[in-house]
């Protein structure tokens, strides 16, 4: 670190994301990546989009990829803004909507995220802890704060909350802001946003990473009431002008209007879920229930760190988080059956000092 | 604006990016975009990655293109910073070497989105006044300033200074950063890039978006010290782990690899420029010298604003700014020559009240 740092950038902590090797070829269950191919009219939209136009800038306010998800979650393009990604959504979101000196709350085991934001903003927070069992504390969201932000599911538990608890949120802190953030939301959770008619203080966001097989083009939106999306792109205007390129806006359109197709990967991957689940809880495993396309999970005695480390020797990259709590799980996204057919095979194979728990 | 909103999100006043209207076909000269397509290469390039791919995360640190411009501007992979955009690099610099309290330097008519970032961060700036024929004050810039940024060649009048006047402004601000934005560098300036090995404090800010004819691809960067680089990378890290998508890293890949295309499309565009100044100053306009891919003119008597409301309506699109000392240029980008041809003709066959002035 340099005399030319500014003093924001010597106090950041930034986010760590999960590695991506290019040492060896492993099974990758680390970063929530869904395990089929995007739609094949997303392929096609996005080849049709790579020519001359290239040359010209993209429609720095996406208006047709606004209109195709304002229709798909039956919502008018003023209620949709899009970012690079859902991190990008979040990063403006801090902004737009959170002061600092006013604190806001989310759990205390969450989206390592959230604290990056806020230290950067200069936001003040106070973490909530889960219950016991990690479900989240609805009536503990209340109070002297002025924002809320929590994964539904929640990361990395995959735990959810039904829309009806987030309602109970909304109502009791109507004069700020209450962000629900869904990337996960797809693979079995209740969506908040037909509650975004009656709360003009719900921002709801989401990604097409992780639901739409498309982490590698980088499309995330949220939706709300206008006046939320207003303060967005005030903030998004003051960054960049265009923060997602042609192709992105191509493939993003074709991917929001294939319904039908992703209905099918995520009906698969919910079924992979159920099988793996109940495996491990056979081997003794603690599953902690998840409506996520992840599971979070214990083993009955060995040590976290040292599982996720004889995973990684045989060729199967897991999330390992060494913090308070869950220092004791593992985070291991649902992969198609064969990765997670050899990802069962592995732990049931490996050396573990005392064998599985009796079931 | 509700009471949702971020105090910071109350005070901004946002960039205003050059209109990009749907309602007929324009001749667009009022973004800087490049009239050539980008290479075949690119588009090949973005063929090749528009697959099954997708699903996985992009390389969060853009190894393979950063290592490409290292390579092209004879550098180390570790002094290159890719973002979304030249603009989002610019949002980010400000974040990692400014500081709140701690006044910096730039132009008064420079690009317009400097004043924006300062604003959102709350850094205080001040305006160095540009000389009376809009050539940057060298000796103006130093003193009791922390920072200094400015465009070679400055937008919107497309002025360049020397690489030795760079030099002298890095000599005299050796305690804090110099940033350099050569947006449009390509088309005759000359580059501060060899100076980054003498001055620790210098970062050099580049984009694709004119040069190589990806406006619609989002791809900027900034090169300078591995210490300079590594502050933009903890901020980039403290609000999106990937900027950059698959396409716009394999396409921009390739753009920077392509020398010889891109030497030819700028050669075409320089010669169009010569020929435009030449029969605008035939005309009786003022233009300012420009190594840039536009020209920043003036005509002898008709108001600015009308004549770029006259060309508007004639299908011509150009940029005005109603600034003061500004308020009577228009920005013209430099389009292919047929476009430059029609602009030409437009312009001369306009009713002026007084006609053009002799020459």
Not at 9 to 24: S, W
Not at 305 to 326: C, D, M, N, S, T
Request: with cysteine; net charge negative.
């Amino acid at each position: 670190m340099s005399n030319y740092w500014s003093k924001i950038a010597r106090n950041l902590d930034p986010y760590v994301p999960g590695e991506q090797p290019k040492d060896r070829q492993y099974i990758k269950l680390n970063t929530n990546e869904n395990p089929y191919p995007p739609s094949a009219q997303v392929i096609s939209a996005i080849h049709s989009a790579t020519n001359e136009d290239l040359k010209l800038y993209p429609d720095p306010n996406g208006e047709a990829l606004r209109r195709a998800i304002a229709s798909r979650f039956e919502l008018s393009a003023d209620q949709v803004f899009l970012g690079n990604g859902s991190d990008e959504v979040l990063a403006f979101t801090f902004l737009a909507f959170f002061d600092p000196g006013r604190s806001i709350l989310f759990p205390d085991i969450t989206y390592s995220f959230y604290p990056v934001y806020a230290n950067l903003f200069h936001i003040p927070y106070r973490c909530v802890p889960l219950n016991e069992d990690f479900t989240l504390p609805v009536s503990e969201f209340r109070g002297d704060n002025h924002g809320v932000i929590f994964p539904n599911p929640n990361a990395p538990t995959g735990n959810a909350i039904a829309a009806q608890a987030v309602e109970e949120i909304l109502r009791h802190n109507q004069e700020h802001v209450v962000v629900i953030d869904e990337a996960y939301i797809a693979f079995g959770g209740e969506s908040a946003v037909p509650l975004i008619r009656r709360y003009p203080n719900l921002l709801v966001i989401h990604t097409l990473s992780k639901s739409h097989s498309l982490a590698g083009l980088r499309v995330g939106f949220a939706m709300g009431d206008p006046e939320l999306i207003r303060a967005l792109e005030t903030i998004k205007n003051s960054v960049n002008s265009y923060t997602l390129d042609r192709l992105a806006l191509a493939g993003a359109e074709a991917a929001i209007k294939d319904t039908a197709y992703y209905q099918g990967t995520k009906i698969k991957i919910m079924r992979t879920r159920a099988h793996v689940v109940s495996e491990l809880e056979k081997m003794g495993f603690t599953v902690i229930p998840s409506q996520a396309n992840f599971i979070f999970i214990r083993h009955p005695v060995q040590d976290a760190a040292e599982l996720f480390r004889q995973l990684k020797e045989h060729g199967i990259l897991v999330r390992y988080f060494p913090k308070p709590r869950i220092d004791q799980f593992l985070r291991v996204s649902i992969g198609n059956d064969a990765e997670m057919a050899a990802f069962l095979r592995t732990v049931s194979g490996l050396s573990i000092p005392y064998g599985p728990a009796p079931h």
